[in-house]
């Protein structure tokens, strides 16, 4: 079992280069399927999800072949049965997203129910509303979701919620469906905005993408593109917040900063100087860290993915901090973690009231999740003391190389491996 070890008490100093975006490439690798051709993209970040992706793809038939450290060649001329197994589906969310481009290809596609972060229940009810509207049954038999259309037919969707998912999985489908599809109350990130791109780039008529209404006029055929993915707002968001923890001067190099205002404001509310460049960001701290108040939205709000961070850094505030979540029902799980090093908190519900608390200090903590594991090594990173952090595969599933990139920034982190058996002994 392996876990990170993290010596607390460093000051971030230095630079740091952003990856491409996990979300948006994890809708871009499935999409690729459009293609019936060969697609280059560029700006791959190297995480675990990005790896069963193409594992996905290659038990598919396609062809996936690495042009360099973050380029990457895919040719999905043959795909023989558009099926994603259990056994790959099961490692993360974005699995589904062959769930709209496998149907907008062959009109037909089984998708096992799909893995990925544990808030509570995930539901799927408004993918599986795009994907009937447009012509298709869908069934749920044996832990598989099963979609199949005579042929897809543009229609007009009112999603009931905003949701990243239902919006980049009716998309997939829609691209090749028949007439005219309008998708209302979309949702609006960052990228959504890459994936609608990249399909424009492959013959696409779609409008809109980044606004509440997405049109969609369907085409007969895409081709293969050349693509590069935008950078990872959350990664950047991320060590914006460690260097902010820390009291660290830290430029954050290949960002967006558009993607970031809403992270960027709140930062500074909390006592950060942000400088912003074209494609950089510098953030500093000499002074104390306040408290702030944050109520997490779809974007352009305070993402729900920068909550468990932020809410980390928050703990060594000045005053007390109110954070609500808007988005999960079951997203402050890993705040017990962060008892055990001292903090301050309570949860009710969907609101969390952090108290600020002069020091943390290191303990035995556990990744619950992604977000939440960069937040148990902010934490570890401000606590005094040693930080042990279990579960850490959560962690690798979606930052490229975070302890290496911290460590460069002045972090302390080991990764060390701990022999099962005596991980079996201790229990
Ligand atoms: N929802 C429904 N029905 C649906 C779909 C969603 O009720 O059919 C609800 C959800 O229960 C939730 C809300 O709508 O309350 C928003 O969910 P959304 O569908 O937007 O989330 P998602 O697509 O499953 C993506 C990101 C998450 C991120 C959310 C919100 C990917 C692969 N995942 O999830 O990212 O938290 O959007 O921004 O893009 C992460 O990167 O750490 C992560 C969890």
């Given at each position: ?185 979309v949702a609006k990130e960052p990228h959504i905005v890459d994936l609608a791109n990249f399909l424009n780039s492959m013959g696409a008529d779609i409008r809109g993408a980044g606004t509440d ?5 369907g085409v007969d055929v895409l081709r293969g593109t050349t693509y590069s993915i935008i950078p990872d707002q959350i990664e950047a968001g991320t060590y914006m917040v460690a260097a902010a923890a820390t009291g660290g001067d830290v430029l954050i190099k290949n960002v967006i900063p558009k993607h ?168």
């Amino acid at each position: 079992m392996e876990r990170f070890v993290v010596e607390g008490g460093a000051v971030l100093r230095g630079e740091v280069t952003i990856s491409g975006a996990k979300n948006a490439v994890v809708a871009i690798i499935p999409a690729t399927v459009l293609a019936k051709d060969r697609c280059v993209i560029e700006n791959i970040p190297n995480i675990s999800d990005v790896t069963v992706l193409f594992k996905i793809l290659r038990e598919m038939g396609a062809t996936v072949r690495l042009l360099g450290k973050t380029t990457v060649e895919i040719d999905t001329t043959n795909i023989r049965e558009p099926v994603v197994p259990h056994e790959l589906a099961k490692y993360l969310r974005a699995s589904y997203y062959f769930l709209g481009s496998l149907l907008g290809r062959c009109n037909r596609a089984s998708v096992a129910m799909p893995g990925g972060c544990n808030f509570g229940v995930r539901p799927i009810d408004q993918h599986i509303k795009g994907f009937e509207a447009l012509g298709a049954q869908v069934s749920i038999d044996y832990g598989m979701i099963n979609a199949q259309a005579e042929e897809l037919i543009g229609a007009h969707i009112y999603f009931d919620v905003v949701s990243v998912g239902a919006t980049i999985n009716v998309m997939l489908a829609a691209v090749k469906a028949k007439g005219v599809t309008i998708l209302e109350n979309v949702a609006k990130e960052p990228h959504i905005v890459d994936l609608a791109n990249f399909l424009n780039s492959m013959g696409a008529d779609i409008r809109g993408a980044g606004t509440d209404v997405i049109k969609i006029h369907g085409v007969d055929v895409l081709r293969g593109t050349t693509y590069s993915i935008i950078p990872d707002q959350i990664e950047a968001g991320t060590y914006m917040v460690a260097a902010a923890a820390t009291g660290g001067d830290v430029l954050i190099k290949n960002v967006i900063p558009k993607h970031l205002e809403a992270i960027t404001e709140k930062l500074s509310k909390a006592g950060a100087q942000v400088t912003e460049y074209d494609d950089s960001i510098r953030f500093t701290r000499t002074g104390p860290l306040e408290k702030v108040n944050i109520k997490t939205m779809p974007h352009p709000g305070f993402p729900t993915d920068m909550q468990p961070q932020i809410a980390t850094m928050l703990c060594k505030a000045n005053g007390t901090s109110i954070i609500t979540e808007g988005v999960w029902d079951n997203r402050f799980k890993y705040v017990d973690e962060l008892r055990r090093m001292g903090a301050s908190i309570q949860v009710d519900g969907k609101v969390a009231v952090i108290e600020g608390v002069e020091c943390l200090t290191g303990a035995p903590v556990r990744a619950l999740d992604l977000r939440a594991g960069a937040a148990m090594l902010i934490a570890g990173l401000m606590a005094e003391g040693t930080t042990v952090i279990e579960d850490i595969h959560h962690i690798e599933r979606g930052y490229e190389d975070l302890t290496g990139k911290l460590n460069h920034l002045g972090a302390n982190i080991k990764k060390v491996t701990v022999p099962e058996e005596q991980v079996a002994k201790a229990l």
